[in-house]
């Protein structure tokens, strides 16, 4: 029988069976050390996948908005900013690498500029050509790798629809998954890129979709009249620093949700943990405030009160603690 060329699908349905723990593993297992790839995209997507888990809908959909912006913004960091070969062949490119050299030389951007830096309407042009380009070749190939089981999709509808143990089990080895991808992300870089390109290479893939600056955030909450320490209630108005309430290596996409002020002292005390309960009922609180108010409102995509409750529980179970 011919092999079935998953990167060929336009849609797909999930298998709709029940899923154990050991059963994910397996397939995780085959998907990092087994399953063929000749450009870095399976892990340009997982990578960008995990990061979106917190854009799941109630159904747990992702769009290919939300999934394609983290998948760019990736390459472009790679592929601009760190000038790093994405494929297995120095004969020929990948065709992301292609669309995102040829978009910055139409633009005359220069290779220093980080994705964050482009101007927002460029930004979703871009998006939208490495959607173009992408979605073919790696929604059908990821499908196939996981063996039908990790989610359905359509290319046409524009998401993918998670297989809810799947989803779980992710949030739940979300860290470690992100780590075993970026070292696996980094080996392949470095078979096919000059050993200068490679200095500190696994930090230039770990903190790849950082943003360099939170100083929008900072004005939002100021702006907002939250203009105190959140912790120790100092105010805040000459030196204030802004805090992932959810530590920033679990949860690598900014929302204001999860944003507060600090004082610069509260701030490095509390570092990499876990705020107590309490100040997390403080949180749910002040968001309960901003989710209906113009202009923060458009910060709220997806979230709610469970999110919130859910991701603390999770962050807990990757490990962190409370401070
Ligand atoms: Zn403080």
Redesign the pocket.
């Known amino acids: 029988m011919e092999k079935k060329q998953y990167w060929k699908l336009t849609n797909g349905e999930m298998k709709d069976i029940y899923l154990t723990d050991a059963d994910i593993w397996k397939s995780i297992h085959y998907f990092f050390y087994h399953s063929k790839n000749s450009t870095t995209y399976k892990f340009g997507f997982f990578k960008a996948l995990l990061e979106n888990l917190s854009e799941t809908n109630e159904e747990l959909e992702i769009s290919f908005e939300d999934l394609f912006k983290s998948f760019t913004k990736i390459y472009w960091n790679l592929v601009v900013h760190h000038q790093l070969w994405q494929a297995n062949t120095s004969t020929k490119k990948s065709k992301v690498q292609s669309v995102i050299e040829d978009f910055q030389t139409r633009y005359s951007i220069p290779d220093e500029w980080n994705f964050d830096k482009i101007a927002g309407i460029q930004q979703s042009e871009l998006i939208k050509q490495v959607k173009t380009n992408g979605k073919r070749n790696v929604i059908g190939a990821t499908y196939g790798d996981f063996n039908e089981e990790i989610y359905s999709f359509d290319l046409k509808n524009e998401s993918i629809k998670l297989h809810s143990a799947y989803y779980e089990f992710l949030q739940k080895y979300k860290r470690v998954l992100t780590d075993v991808n970026n070292y696996q992300l980094s080996l392949f870089l470095e078979k096919f890129n000059e050993a200068e390109k490679l200095n500190k290479l696994l930090s230039k893939v770990e903190f790849v979709t950082q943003r360099q600056s939170l100083k929008e955030f900072e004005l939002l909450l100021k702006h907002a009249g939250f203009d105190t320490?959140?912790?120790?209630?100092?105010s805040?108005t000459k030196r204030s620093q802004v805090d992932h309430f959810i530590p920033w290596s679990y949860i690598q996409n900014d929302h204001l949700w999860n944003f507060v002020l600090?004082?610069p002292?509260?701030?490095a005390k509390k570092s990499n943990k876990l705020a107590s309960e309490s100040h997390m009922n403080q949180l749910i609180k002040r968001n309960e405030i901003l989710v209906h108010e113009t202009p923060y409102k458009g910060y709220f995509t997806h979230y709610s009160e469970e999110k919130l409750r859910s991701y603390y529980h999770y962050s807990q179970e990757n490990g962190f603690r409370k401070v």
């Open positions: 320490c959140f912790y120790c209630k100092k805040v600090a004082c002292s509260c701030n």
